[in-house]
RNA sequence: GCCGGGGUGGCGGAAUUGGUAUACGCGACGGACUUAAAAUCCGUUGGGAGCAAUCCCUUAAGGGUUCAAGUCCCUUCUCCGGCACCA
């Protein structure tokens, strides 16, 4: 770009002040430091072949502009950048041009940092850290091998997504829609033994410890439904066999085999008909229990096993399964014999693997019951404690219409009482009456409620409370009760009932506020039709349990099934453990030993790091094994125990590990002592403030939190919580509104826009595109907006001498624009901490708006402007710094402070509304008062019109704001 | 299906948490400068009626509470994100 007068030439000044920065270190972070310490992190990029994408700087840019403002006010800031350079996209990018890993890694950070540097970033470089150089993942090594003692690692046999076509095994996100990414096969299930970590075992503290954090409630909410607690009980089903007829109580009591079950209603237990064992079930295994029909059963078996994910899952699908023939379980309430069944929609990873079925209360299992004809028995009744009430209510009613009648007056019921059957459920209890009246008839039937003691409310959900509306709408709730079916009918004087075949049939509207017949001939229906009832009720059909509710239910039998020893209270969490091996090239090696002799051997500390050798392939080998596997001399180790023949472990570690710590290491990243020194540590942890994407709240946000709080444990990090606080940004959408992809061809490339307009316009933009947290579309004309207004700041600094900023002419005394300026420091301020970045930028739009009117601008608003803008746009800030006739960086300047009682305006227009709508509008003094204002306001002639032959009701006066005269 | 978050001009979005709806920016239209264009500057810009002063309507739709509702409550529609046979 050539340089004109009136624009600044961005590509002359932004590497200079680059290269500046970097050379003073500017931004380094102390770690002996009086200061108050403030750590803001990003999260680290993965240095993908693509090179940054416009995205990035969203995030990163908001937090260099709190980084900023707090060196500015006074603290040592650390604002640490690395890379994750472990990971699946480099592997595969790696296979495709046929080159190696870390070659390609070190070319794409090479770009990366240089693309990161033309942003102006106050990163902390000094402190980079990259996940797969050695000196990093040894210590990556060193904390799994000491989570590893700590007994929170353990192998088991697992399924992994294998695709039969590749013979390759995928990673959960290489599987699209059940398929394999690369060519589209269905992807199947293959078993190996893979290393996990016990996550499951700090679920309850991964719940418990959010209240000690400040995450967006949103995040918190993920991160909970994603462990997801359930209370519920574990349930012994003893199993009898062909081999060994069980048929007294001490008999079953005695029985060898048994099936534990998980269920969140105990409550149920009279009517669970039968039990499901999931395929994987350990129990089918046994040959002891002489399966009947176990060639089909291994059948069944077999085929769930080669059913993707997809089809296994699909809610659609109609359930399949298999009776285990010859064997039988013990209902051990009722005691009576039930069939024992395997079917996939059971899964294997949660609870026992088994259930019990109780089809009149579970979805799923009605629908299974239904299929196969098993027995169905209902357990839980819905109340009809309250019959008496519904009655009592019938009859005022029926009264009702009869005066209405009689009087000629209209009173139309709208909705009946009873049950609310919503959506095609049954779902809970309600019961109001809607009732419309004529408008000339309201006074009369106000009246008549009055005397007949109802209390007239304007709130309608008081329970028996009346609530009538203006336009003539009645509202009676009598708080819950159940009754008979009725049914207004138009005229308001009939009730019908409906059948419960007519219920099924309605829509969803119509379903709102229905009665229905008895409870009992509820159950009849449901029996009868199609749906269970998975509500609470009360216990029916259930022995001497029969009439508790729901709740008590479960206590009651929850505490039977305890002293019996059939059963105890358990939770459940659906959040499975971490299965941390990956059959895959680039990663960390995990650093353990299998030796024939000693078992599982870890590398001793000593010699770590366990580091990743070059190797001819990077694919992934046929049998499922990591590609380490091929290379001899590197799998054949002596054991470190007995100094045996050994083998060592060929998975690599996810590349969530590295980003399990990357934060720690940041305090004391060139530590070869330790993984931190804990001294460092304690100065700089927990990150006060952590900003990423949503879409890693859920796994990278857990799986950290769990590493850092087993550290804990072992007292080798300063806490129990790694994140104060956790931000997330929104993405940056293709101009289309659709994500940006190489596919769709809408890709903006952050170079092009940094050449063009400049590292400040588009930090700038960036921020001033929309609130930080949402998706927004990326606008390229949007930025010249940004531009434009750079360009403005720059030229009313060099704007003609005599009065211009520059220079230091005359002091004008403008104390419109006092207010202003303290407005805005006070604005900017505070949004910067709130992430409001867009109004922030606003505000200095304003504040630029109002400086372009001044006829003269003292150099001191202008420097002040130039110290708000600073941290958005540091290279011209710094450069109209310079040209102001500083030595010092600008970001060695103190953050503006702001002047309360500056910050205010003396006179504001002052508002008078009449009856609410705006008639006029008047500058007044801020703190006025009622009395004057309302003089001034009859001074008005607009308002005189709108009060001229009305009587004034009521004035309300909203001090520095308005005046509502209400007038009738 | 469940959980969470939204719906405001032609567009991105503001609105001090119940108190002037549409800040700021983009775009569009008109004008100035220029031989011309770009750039820059000035003006207009939610909809409708009117020559005008002025008046009416407007925050997805409908209803409610209130002196006052984009904001609170109820109902409906709709979009986005997460989870989903979790017993």
Redesign the pocket.
């Known amino acids: 770009m050539v340089e004109?007068d009136?624009?600044y030439n961005h590509q002359a000044i932004e590497p200079k002040w680059q290269k500046r920065w970097e050379e003073s270190g500017l931004y380094w972070a102390e770690d002996n430091s009086h200061k108050p310490k403030f750590y803001c992190l990003i999260e680290f990029p993965y240095p993908s072949a693509d090179g940054l994408h416009v995205g990035h700087p969203r995030s990163y840019t908001a937090l260099d502009i709190l980084a900023r403002k707090r060196r500015m006010e006074g603290y040592n800031v650390l604002f640490p950048i690395g890379f994750d350079a472990f990971g699946l996209p480099t592997e595969n990018y790696a296979i495709k041009v046929k080159k190696n890993p870390a070659e390609i890694t070190k070319t794409n950070i090479d770009r990366f940092r240089r693309q990161l540097k033309s942003l102006g970033l106050s990163f902390d470089w000094s402190r980079e850290v990259t996940t797969c150089d050695p000196e990093y993942y040894k210590w990556t090594q060193w904390i799994f091998l000491k989570l590893y003692e700590a007994g929170l690692v353990y192998q088991k046999e697992l399924p992994i997504n294998w695709c039969p076509s590749c013979k390759i095994g995928l990673a959960n996100e290489e599987v699209v829609s059940g398929k394999c990414e690369r060519c589209g096969t269905p992807v199947t299930k293959k078993n190996l033994k893979q290393w996990l970590f016990k996550i499951t075992q700090y679920a309850q503290r991964l719940i418990d410890d959010l209240d000690k954090v400040d995450y967006l409630?949103?995040i918190k909410?993920?991160q909970i439904?994603?462990i997801?607690r359930?209370e519920?009980a574990l349930i012994k089903f003893q199993i009898s066999s062909t081999k060994s007829q069980i048929n007294t109580k001490s008999q079953i009591l005695n029985s060898k085999h048994s099936v534990e079950v998980?269920?969140?209603?105990p409550d149920t237990l009279f009517g669970a008909t039968y039990l499901v064992l999931?395929p994987e079930h350990e129990l089918i295994k046994n040959k002891e229990l002489g399966i009947k029909n176990y060639d089909e059963v291994m059948e069944y078996i077999e085929k769930a096993k080669k059913k993707s994910d997809l089809e296994?899952?699909?809610?659609a699908?109609e359930?399949t399964g298999v009776e285990l023939k010859g064997i039988k379980a013990i209902n051990p309430a009722t005691k009576k014999e039930i069939p024992v069944w395997v079917a996939?929609?059971?899964?294997t990873?949660?609870?026992t693997?088994a259930?019990m079925a109780?089809p009149a209360h579970?979805e799923?299992d009605w629908e299974f019951a239904k299929k196969f004809n098993l027995p169905i028995i209902m357990t839980i009744a819905i109340d009809n404690a309250s019959d008496n009430l519904t009655k009592e209510i019938f009859e005022f009613a029926k009264k009702i219409s009869i005066l209405a009648d009689k009087k000629n007056k209209k009173f139309i019921f709208d909705g009946g009482f009873g049950l609310d059957i919503a959506?095609g459920k049954i779902t809970r209890n309600h019961g109001d009456i809607d009732a419309q009246v004529e408008k000339d008839d309201l006074e009369f039937w106000k009246e008549y409620f009055v005397k007949e003691g109802f209390e007239i409310k304007?709130n309608p959900?008081e329970r028996f409370e009346l609530y009538i509306?203006?336009?003539g709408?009645f509202h009676i709730d009598f708080g819950c009760y159940r009754g008979k079916f009725i049914k207004n009918s138009i005229k308001g004087t009939e009730f019908t009932a409906f059948s419960p075949k007519e219920i099924l049939n309605f829509k969803?509207?119509e379903c709102?506020r229905l009665g229905t017949k008895r409870l009992k001939d509820v159950h009849d229906f449901t029996l009868f039709n199609e749906m269970a009832y998975i509500g609470d009720g009360f216990l029916i059909n259930s022995g001497i349990y029969d009439g508790l509710t729901s709740e008590e239910g479960i206590k009651q039998i929850t505490k039977w099934l305890e002293k019996e020893k059939l059963g105890k209270p358990a939770v459940?969490y659906?959040l499975r453990d971490w299965v941390f091996s990956r059959q895959h090239y680039w990663g960390e090696p995990i650093p353990l030993i299998h030796c024939d002799k000693c078992g599982i051997v870890p590398v001793p500390e000593k010699v770590l790091p366990v580091t990743l050798p070059t190797v001819r392939n990077y694919e992934p080998t046929d049998t499922g094994e990591s590609p380490l596997a091929a290379i001899k001399d590197w799998v054949n180790v002596q054991c470190p125990k007995c100094g045996g023949k050994a083998k060592r472990e060929t998975d690599t570690m996810p590349n969530w590990a590295g980003s399990n710590w990357y934060f720690i290491r940041y305090t004391d990243p060139h530590s070869n002592q330790a993984f931190a020194s804990s001294k460092k540590m304690k100065h700089w942890l927990p990150v006060d403030i952590y900003n990423g994407g949503?879409?890693h709240t859920?796994l990278h946000l857990l799986y950290s939190r769990f590493w850092y709080k087993a550290l804990y444990d072992l007292k080798l990090v300063p806490g129990s919580e790694p994140y104060s606080k956790r931000v997330s940004h929104g993405m940056v959408l293709a101009e289309d509104g659709k994500k940006m992809s190489k596919s769709l061809g809408n890709v903006i490339n952050p170079d092009d826009v940094v050449k063009e307009y400049g590292a400040d316009t588009l930090r700038m933009y960036e921020m001033?595109?929309?609130?930080f947290s949402?998706?927004?579309?990326w606008?390229t004309?949007?930025i010249?907006?940004?531009r434009?207004?750079l360009?403005?700041v720059y030229r009313l600094g060099a704007r003609g001498n005599e009065h211009g900023a520059m220079s230091t002419g005359p002091k004008a005394q403008d104390s419109g624009l006092k207010v202003l300026l303290n407005k805005t420091i006070k604005k900017v301020t505070e949004d910067i901490e709130n992430f409001?970045f867009?109004?922030a930028?606003?505000a200095l739009?304003?504040l630029v708006?109002e400086m372009?009117k001044q006829k003269q601008l003292p150099i001191t608003h202008y420097q002040l402007l130039i110290t708000l803008l600073s941290p958005f746009a540091p290279h011209l800030s710094e450069e109209l710094w310079e040209k102001l006739g500083h030595k010092e960086s600008i970001f060695k300047e103190k953050w503006p402070q702001y002047d309360p009682n500056l910050a205010k305006e003396s006179e504001?227009?002052f508002?008078i509304?009449v009856?609410?709508?705006?008639?006029d509008?008047m500058q007044l003094p801020a703190d006025i008062s009622e009395k004057e204002a309302i003089k001034k306001a009859e001074q008005s002639e607009?308002i005189k019109k709108y009060l001229d032959r009305r009587q004034v009701v009521?004035k309300?006066f909203?001090k520095g704001?308005?005046l509502?005269i209400?007038v009738k």
């Open positions: 004109e009136n624009k409630d949103k909410t993920q439904n994603w997801s359930s519920g998980f269920t969140t209603r999931s296994r899952t699909d809610l699908k359930k996939d929609y059971v899964l990873g949660y609870g693997g259930i109780v579970d799923r959506y304007k959900d509306a203006d336009n709408k969803k509207s709102k459940n659906k949503m879409e859920t001033f595109m929309g609130p949402e998706a927004i579309p606008d004309k949007g010249v907006g940004v434009r207004f360009d403005r409001r867009n109004t930028v606003s739009m304003v708006n372009e504001i227009e508002v509304q009856n609410g709508k705006v008639r509008r607009k009521k309300i909203v704001k308005l509502n209400v």
